[in-house]
Each structure stands twice: as C-alpha cells, then as structure tokens.
C-alpha cells in the first residue's frame, strides 16, 4: 500500500488546462493538449497536479464560477478525455487534485436558475436569501475593486442573495442539510473517478452567523470534518488542501486533531519571503515561524511563491503592505484588490540569483512546495490584461507561434501570449532551456530532484539559528537522525556569517548539490561566507569520511 502521508514529500505542480497546451487547434488549451505534455512534468519532477477549475462556467471569474460541478467543459475535452489524462498521470507517478469550489456557485448553475425563479422552488433554500441588506454587517468584502456590498438584489427572486466574491457567485446555504449531502455527493463523483484530492476553495467562508465576521465559525469546521470522514471511511490516500487566507492562529483549526484538512496552504508567510529579500533581514520569516503554531503529524503546510491570484497582501498590515507596494508594485497596473498581479520572475527583476534564492526557501521551510506553472522557466507577465488574467497566459513551449502553445491564429488565443523581448516566447520557453544545461528550468529540476532524495525537507522539525547577522537566515531540519543545514544569504551583498554548530560538534557538512565536504564542526562559531544571494544546502553526516585522497599518492611503493 502506497503511503498515505505521500503529500508531506510531494512537490505540487499548479496549472489550467486552458493555459497548458491546446490539443486540438482552437486556442484554448484542453485535457489532449495536457496528456502530450504529461512526459514534461514527469521529466520535471512534480509528483502532484493541481488544476484549476474545468468545469462548465461563464467564465466571469476563469472557471471559479462553476454552473455544473460534474462535467468538463466542453472547451478542454470530455469526461473520456479526462480520466485518459488522470490514467496517462498515475502511469507516470503524478497524482493530481483540483478544485472544489465549495463556497459559491455561478449565478448561471441551474440550482441558481431555480432558486431564484420561487420561493417555494426546492432549491430556494441552497442559496442564502434576505429581504434586507443590512444582514452580517461584520463581515468584510472580499472583492474590494469590485464589489460595494454582499448583498445583491435580484429582481427575479425579489430578494437579495449573499456572496462573498463577485455579485455573479452567490453562496451556497451549508445550513441546508441536503446542499451538504449535494456537495458530499460531488466530491464522490471525482473521487470515483480516481482523482487524488481536492483544493478546497474559499472555506473560511461557508456559515453566516449573525453578529460574527462570518469567517472560520464553529459551524464551517464541523462540516468540513464531515467531508474529511467520508474520504478516510471511503477514498483513503486522497487528501483535502484549504484555501484560507488566514493567520496562522486561525489556519490552524483548519487541521482539527489532523481529522479536518490534510494540508493547508501558508498564505502569511508567502509575501514575508519576499519582504526577508527585499529588505536584507531573515526577522520578517522567522517571526511568521514563530507565529505558526504545530500541527498534527498527519498534516503538512502548501508553501508557495506564486499562484494564479493575485500575490495577496490581506495577511500584510500597514508599514508591511505599503512597503510591498512600494518594493515590488510601484506601478498602479501591477496591483489588483489588496494584492499585486505579476508573476515570480518579474516581481524579482528577472535575477536568477534572487529567483533560485526564494525557491530554495519553499523547497526547505516546512511544508511541501508548489510550483505555478511557467515560474520553473522564469515566464513573465501583462499587467495590461485585465482582472488576474495577466499572470494567467499560454505556457510557452518553444519559440514556435504562438509559442508552441497552440496552432492557430494568435488572434484566436484564449489570451495573448507574452511577447515581450525579455519574457516572450522566443526568448523564454520550454524547448530552449533544456538545450541549455545551465537554464533555469535544468536549475529547478535539479532542485526538486534533491529535495525528493532528502526526507527531512518534507518531514523533518525546524529549528532556526538567528545569526547576529541578519542578512543570513540559518535553519536545521532534522528527521530520523538525518540533520539538513539550509543557510540563504537574503542581501545583494557578499556575506560572512558565524553560526552556533556546537551541538552538532564532529559532524561534517556535505553540501549537497556538489558533494563538497567542509571542514568539520567544532565548539567554535562555524564561518561561512556566501555570494550575493547565495545559498547552501548541507547534510551534517555524522562522522569525518574516509580520506579522501586517490590514486597512488601516499601508497608504499
Ligand atoms: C480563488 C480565486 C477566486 C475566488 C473566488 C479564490 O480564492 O483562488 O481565483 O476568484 O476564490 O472563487
């Protein structure tokens, strides 16, 4: 039986299928265009897919506006095509989850269509209604640009609906026993059909309760422990990943007694990456550590850099939300809500140095990492495009038309694809960095090669060491005896840094991408100097090795 803790080692791999590669020449990718690139992502590495939604919808908000949970849509392929793709993945070791957009439907989903035609319509009662505005006054507005309120009125209903995001995604009523039992069966359906799990989205969301935030209420969780027992008494080896967008304090409910959600994505400590670089100080990640309590054993945090949203700022107050914007946002078309819309690699000026530093933070801080599809080649993005689609365009294979993403007219795309001199196609793409040993794309799959050989990264306890020198961020990850030292020079500027190995005296480190053995640990503080932006990976190996001299230097003739 395969390990049913197989997500703490997995590196995930975030992608759309209408971004990925289109099979059949009309410009919007599909299941047949992801199944060729499949061998791609098995070179790469990932042992996890994450799809967004595929489902049929209007597409007012790129799928998260479902208007039927159990069908594909007809752009990306078939059912057919579907389970051939999630065949083709297994054969090649990756697993693969998606959405569950638990929270909202689209207003176009027939339960809407129903449910607002009467008040006595079966369905009136899976979606919440109020003959007043004024209801849940607490809870904030999530969609900032775009909405005033979340309340909508709706002249077929005669009555305002509730929604947390778009006026056009009203929410589902969980007080409603057999909208809960709807949303079970849905889950069954896909998990019936093989997948590996769900993302769950939006779930802090799914009660109101008059006088609260409406936000992670005791009701919200007692339901998603319901969802969490029908996977352990019936799909086990599948797992449960919460989108909440929350702090620590209250993500952390989110795992129960490791009977709620498997894994949960760390949304604070993502923009305290980019902070720790941009201001040369370890303080701002090792804070949000402090701030993160322990989580079951059976549980592990997402770590990501990017995804297909914007890079959320809701977790940054004050001083740090105006120093995000001002340090990588100054021009108002990069921002979007309480966030900024651009990918990895512009947001780090394209600098290799600085993109290589902040992936080796997620593939060593606890947790496992996600990749957004076409960071691992630096792809770039258009702040031009509207709502998030800027970071959202076809993945760019070669320097072919349209990138090798599709055949047809440029006009015909989905959306454009980046064209830039620095980040368009001809210069960025798949085909051209595995020419090239020394590419970005040869840089990330040797990455997560090595993080796979090494248990500790996934498993293993986290102690930080806070050298005086603030630019170095110093940690430990230890499992099962192993010991992993990780030390990241976060400043542009060479730096020495002492640490405090004392309780690792007589080990060895071994770097591990090159094998170079170090001198050997002692009481002393241990000195290490590092390029700008520079980074080690050690294994402490627990005695000196054998001499390591060869040939016939040194042999008695
Ligand atoms: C998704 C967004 C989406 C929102 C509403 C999220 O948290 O990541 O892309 O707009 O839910 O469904």
Partial sequence: MTDPLWFKDAVFYELHVKAFHDGNGDGIGDFRGLIEKLDYLEWLGVTCLWLLPFFPSPLRDDGYDVANYVSIAPDYGSLEDFREFLDEAHKRGMRVIVDLVLNHTSDQHPWFQEARSSPQSAKRDYYVWSDTDKRYQKARIIFIDTEKSNWTWDPVAQAYYWHRFFSHQPDLNYDNPVLQQAMLDIMSFWLDQGLDGFRCDAVPYLFEREGTICENLPETHAYLKKIRKRIDEAYQGRILLAEANQWPADVRPYFGEGDEFHMAFHFPLMPRLFLGVRSEDWHPIVDMFTHTPPIPDNCQWCLFLRNHDELTLEMCAGEERDYMYYAYARDPLMRRNIGIARRLAPLLDNDRRKIELLNSLVFTLPGSPIIYYGDEIGMGDNVHLGDRNGVRTPMQWSADRNGGFSKTDPSKLYLPAISDSVYGFNVTNVESQRQAPHSLLHWMRQMIARRKQQPAFGRGALTFLRPKNDRVLAHIREHGGNLLLLVHNLAGSAQSVDLDLG???????????????????????????????GFYWFNLEQKPGDDLSYGMEGSVL
Wanted: glycine share 10%; aromatic share 12%.
């Fill in 503 to 533: 309780p690792f005296e007589g080990r060895v480190p071994v770097e591990l991408l090159g094998g170079s053995r170090f001198p050997v640990i002692s009481k002393r503080p241990y000195v290490l100097s590092l390029a700008p932006y």
